[in-house]
């Protein structure tokens, strides 16, 4: 679709466990760059399988 990161409008992040919000934080600012995607943080009690994170993003051109 020829989309990058500088396309994407809003994340949602789910975390199971909120102990990992720094460290995803870290990752979300070496994925982007500023200005910064609106971003949701979740903590979960579960996630499909064994997953300890699911990002969802809204990108559009």
Do not use: H, W
């Not at 971003?39 to 990002?55: F, H, K, N, S």
Request: proline share 3%; charged share 25%.
């Amino acid at each position: 679709m020829g989309m990058s990161e500088e396309d994407v409008q809003k994340v949602n992040v789910y975390l199971t466990d909120m102990k990992n919000f720094d460290a995803m934080n870290v990752v979300y600012e070496q994925q982007f760059s500023a200005p910064y995607p609106t971003r949701t943080t979740v903590g979960v009690t579960g996630l499909c399988g064994d997953a300890l994170i699911e990002i969802e993003l809204i990108a559009k051109k």
